[in-house]
């Protein structure tokens, strides 16, 4: 029973996960080669920035596929080693076994076993020590002391899941799906330095850990505009002007978000130790408050806007999204959590109910440029925040004939480099493509290499 | 307590695979408190046991774990005698509860010391208990009883007392918390 919440759980959390590292996680063999980086107007680029779908597809073009097929290598080692006939007994999933670890359960949910893992990131598998005495309190965490953020740690995404819809000339009408979660979690540095450090905990003394978690989600029915402001004279590889791409676009998209459902909990927590450390039981802090909405539709309005430019080989593009997004919920209930000393225990309390909140959706932007040389050659990058740490993604691809070359270098969330490396052939209307890319998506600083690998059709 | 024991727990839950070991400084606990020291009176061929009994505190929820081993590592106890020649020797019994330990099999044992006159002489408390005691180190409490057991072959009583200095309890738990 608790193997199925547990392969449950997997599930849902896989659902949401990778949306955040998305820009690592590609299944394109192709983008990953770059480092993550797009150079074709795939639909990341109309997702996040309206003018865009003014601009013609290049697909059928030099490196412009019409769709990407992955091959799932990794899943063919993931099932040979964990055979979903024995899931029951897989330590993997099966929190009875003495060797379940929820960190290696985690790591696989940041990690999609999709693609073969050429070097996986280590699991802290490590002896935790505590050292109990009358004035005494010790935690040596071991090798999972990394787990322990440094400074203030946050996850968080705001994410697109689809993009459904027709157009008529330069009108669109879709309907897209948002996701939205923000966690962000403070250590006070006694705390992180008796978790981190291995400092002891001082008599007399606090220790603190002060959380907001928001998460939302919902979909939201659009209608946007994009229209190409100015023509250009050319661009490479086009047959006329007429079928160039050059000019100056812009767009602009008005939603009305549908959330629904939402929660957020905001509170601080922690221990406080008298002197002696146990001399009396250590007391307890604990007092958060929590929002959820009892229905759905959460309603709200916001745009986005967009511009693009196209000047034969260069191209660059600029997409706000989200902007004025407030959501207001009209039936929420406000509960109160608070630690109980008296009894030990911890009691909910309601504090209102049916009553209105708000929530925001932070805003987003992707900026990205590419230059497509006549030599074979496209450079290009991209820029993305979806309200938390920027990632920037550089990339390049050299074609010989049905040959392609890429590399790139990335910036992840973590502000960590990551690197890529790949190499296709093309043959007719189909190519095969590998990539390598190395990313930091797993709990701990080691970072892991994949290789990926897919088929395109052209 | 509780509550403060649960977030211990959720420290080793969240730290993934491997041991959990504890290292318990039982002697912290018992000094000034009067339990660290254990006063004895032998009469002339009448062997005597003293015994103190401390209470050790656990964090809950390793019902399910495995417990690799417990060992006491770092032990030691001065007797202090003040009179009369004769010989000391430790006894630790571990129960889940105070009475029990009086009739719990005994989990170790330190052989005689003698002792003559006005002496202090040191003792070292250390070894294996693994097996007799797994079980009980799966509680959220265990009660130890350490008892000093004298003999007195001599003709005017032994006294003096046996004062604990060290005591660390070590343990080693794979840890299954859910």
């Given at each position: 029973?608790?193997?199925?919440?547990?392969?449950?759980?997997?599930?849902?959390?896989?659902?949401?996960?990778?949306?955040?590292?998305?820009?690592?996680?590609?299944?394109?063999?192709?983008?990953?080669?770059?480092?993550?980086?797009?150079?074709?107007?795939?639909?990341?680029?109309?997702?996040?920035?309206?003018?865009?779908?003014?601009?013609?597809?290049?697909?059928?073009?030099?490196?412009?596929?019409?769709?990407?097929?992955?091959?799932?290598?990794?899943?063919?080692?993931?099932?040979?080693?964990?055979?979903?006939?024995?899931?029951?007994?897989?330590?993997?999933?099966?929190?009875?076994?003495a060797?379940?670890n929820p960190i290696?359960?985690?790591?696989?949910?940041?990690?999609?076993?999709?693609?073969?893992?050429?070097?996986?990131?280590?699991?802290p598998t490590n002896d935790i020590e505590f050292t109990i005495g009358k004035n005494q309190l010790i935690l040596n965490l071991g090798k999972s002391r990394v787990l322990i953020?440094?400074?203030?740690?946050?996850?968080?995404?705001?994410?697109?899941?689809?993009?459904?819809?027709?157009?008529?000339?330069?009108?669109?009408?879709?309907?897209?799906?948002?996701?939205?979660?923000?966690?962000?979690?403070?250590l006070d540095?006694a705390l992180r330095r008796v978790l981190r450090d291995t400092v002891g905990v001082q008599p007399d003394s606090t220790y603190r850990i002060?959380?907001?978690?928001?998460?939302?989600?919902?979909?939201?029915?659009?209608?946007?505009?994009?229209?190409?402001?100015?023509?250009?004279?050319?661009?490479?590889?086009?047959?006329?002007?007429?079928?160039?791409?050059?000019?100056?676009?812009?767009?602009?998209?008005?939603?009305?978000?549908?959330?629904?459902?939402?929660?957020?909990?905001?509170?601080?927590a922690g221990f406080t130790v008298g002197n002696p450390i146990f001399g009396a039981a250590p007391g307890v802090l604990?007092?958060?408050?929590?929002?959820?909405?009892?229905?759905?539709?959460?309603?709200?309005?916001?745009?986005?806007?967009?511009?693009?430019?196209?000047?034969?080989?260069?191209?660059?593009?600029?997409?706000?999204?989200?902007?004025?997004?407030?959501?207001?919920?009209?039936?929420?209930?406000?509960?109160?959590?608070?630690?109980?000393?008296?009894?030990d225990?911890?009691?909910?309390?309601?504090?209102?109910?049916?009553?209105?909140?708000?929530?925001?959706?932070?805003?987003?932007?992707?900026?990205?440029?590419?230059?497509?040389?006549?030599?074979?050659?496209?450079?290009?990058?991209?820029?993305?925040?979806?309200?938390?740490?920027?990632?920037?993604?550089?990339?390049?691809?050299?074609?010989?004939?049905?040959?392609?070359?890429?590399?790139?270098?990335?910036?992840?969330?973590?502000?960590?480099?990551?690197?890529?490396?790949?190499?296709?052939?093309?043959?007719?209307?189909?190519?095969?493509?590998?990539?390598?890319?190395?990313?930091?998506?797993?709990?701990?600083?080691?970072?892991?290499?994949?290789?990926?690998?897919?088929?395109?059709?052209? | 307590m509780k509550a403060f024991a649960v977030a211990l727990l959720v420290v080793v839950t969240a730290c993934g695979q491997g041991h959990a070991i504890f290292n318990v400084d039982v002697y912290s606990f018992m000094q000034?408190?009067?339990?660290?020291?254990?006063?004895?009176?032998?009469?002339?061929?009448?062997?005597?046991?003293?015994?103190?009994?401390q209470k050790i505190t656990l964090p809950p929820g390793f019902g399910s774990s495995v417990v690799d081993s417990v060992r006491i590592t770092t032990g030691?106890?001065?007797?202090?005698?003040?009179?009369?020649?004769?010989?000391?020797?430790?006894?630790?019994?571990f129960?889940?509860?105070?009475?029990?330990?009086?009739?719990?099999?005994?989990?170790?044992?330190?052989?005689?010391?003698?002792?003559?006159?006005?002496?202090?002489?040191?003792?070292?408390?250390t070894?294996d208990i693994s097996?007799?005691v797994d079980?009980l180190f799966r509680q959220e409490t265990v009660?130890m009883?350490?008892?000093?057991?004298?003999?007195?072959?001599?003709?005017?009583?032994?006294?003096?007392?046996?004062?604990?200095?060290a005591l660390i309890i070590r343990v080693v738990l794979q840890d299954k918390v859910f």
């Open positions: 029973m608790r193997t199925g919440v547990v392969i449950l759980g997997v599930v849902a959390l896989a659902l949401v996960v990778p949306r955040p590292v998305h820009a690592q996680f590609s299944l394109d063999a192709r983008h990953i080669g770059m480092a993550g980086v797009s150079l074709g107007r795939d639909g990341s680029a109309r997702r996040y920035n309206p003018a865009y779908r003014a601009v013609k597809n290049r697909s059928g073009g030099p490196g412009q596929a019409r769709a990407t097929i992955p091959i799932p290598l990794g899943l063919i080692t993931f099932f040979q080693d964990h055979p979903p006939t024995h899931w029951g007994d897989d330590p993997m999933f099966n929190p009875d076994s060797a379940f290696e359960l985690m790591n696989l949910v940041l990690n999609p076993p999709l693609f073969y893992e050429l070097k996986q990131a280590p699991t953020p440094e400074q203030k740690f946050g996850l968080g995404m705001n994410g697109r899941l689809l993009d459904l819809g027709f157009g008529v000339g330069g009108v669109h009408f879709g309907v897209m799906g948002f996701m939205n979660y923000e966690i962000e979690v403070a540095t002060l959380t907001d978690a928001v998460a939302q989600t919902g979909f939201m029915p659009t209608i946007s505009f994009a229209h190409r402001l100015t023509h250009g004279k050319g661009a490479v590889g086009a047959d006329s002007i007429e079928n160039a791409d050059d000019g100056l676009y812009i767009g602009g998209a008005v939603h009305y978000y549908l959330g629904a459902t939402y929660a957020r909990g905001v509170g601080p604990l007092d958060a408050r929590a929002q959820t909405s009892n229905k759905p539709f959460g309603t709200g309005v916001g745009g986005d806007v967009g511009v693009a430019w196209i000047s034969g080989p260069f191209e660059v593009g600029f997409g706000i999204n989200d902007l004025g997004a407030e959501l207001t919920w009209s039936d929420t209930k406000i509960q109160r959590i608070q630690y109980d000393s008296a009894g225990s911890i009691s909910v309390t309601m504090t209102a109910n049916h009553v209105e909140t708000k929530t925001k959706l932070p805003i987003s932007y992707l900026a990205n440029a590419a230059i497509r040389m006549g030599t074979g050659t496209t450079v290009g990058g991209d820029v993305f925040n979806a309200g938390r740490h920027t990632v920037i993604h550089v990339g390049v691809e050299q074609r010989w004939g049905p040959f392609a070359l890429r590399g790139g270098v990335a910036r992840d969330q973590r502000k960590k480099m990551q690197f890529g490396f790949g190499a296709g052939i093309r043959m007719g209307s189909f190519g095969l493509d590998a990539g390598v890319f190395t990313h930091s998506n797993s709990l701990g600083d080691t970072r892991a290499m994949t290789l990926a690998t897919s088929i395109s059709v052209y | 000034g408190t009067g339990k660290d020291t254990i006063p004895y009176f032998i009469p002339p061929a009448t062997p005597t046991t003293v015994s103190t009994v030691s106890a001065n007797l202090e005698n003040t009179g009369g020649s004769g010989t000391i020797g430790f006894q630790l019994f129960a889940s509860d105070s009475a029990g330990t009086y009739t719990a099999p005994m989990a170790l044992n330190i052989p005689a010391t003698s002792v003559t006159g006005t002496q202090t002489v040191p003792v070292v408390i070894g097996g007799v079980s009660y009883r350490i008892a000093a057991t004298g003999t007195n072959s001599g003709a005017t009583p032994v006294t003096g007392e046996g004062v604990m200095t």
